[in-house]
């Protein structure tokens, strides 16, 4: 439950006891298209093994 108090001190700390880590619910990347193809392009090229 989110009830956007993370500005008032007393309140944040009462709900970080809750759950104290904090989860963004969406992230929001802007990328030009030349970046997202030098991207894809180095992704390509180095693989990376999990």
Same mark, same amino acid.
């Given at each position: 439950m989110n009830v956007m108090a993370a500005n008032i001190p007393r309140f944040a700390d009462f709900i970080m006891g809750f759950? +104290?880590?904090?989860? +963004? $619910? $969406?992230?929001v990347t802007l990328r030009s298209k030349k970046y997202s193809l030098m991207r894809i392009l180095y992704q390509a090229t180095h693989e990376e093994t999990e």
């Amino acid at each position: 439950m989110n009830v956007m108090a993370a500005n008032i001190p007393r309140f944040a700390d009462f709900i970080m006891g809750f759950s +104290p880590k904090i989860v +963004p $619910y $969406y992230t929001v990347t802007l990328r030009s298209k030349k970046y997202s193809l030098m991207r894809i392009l180095y992704q390509a090229t180095h693989e990376e093994t999990e």
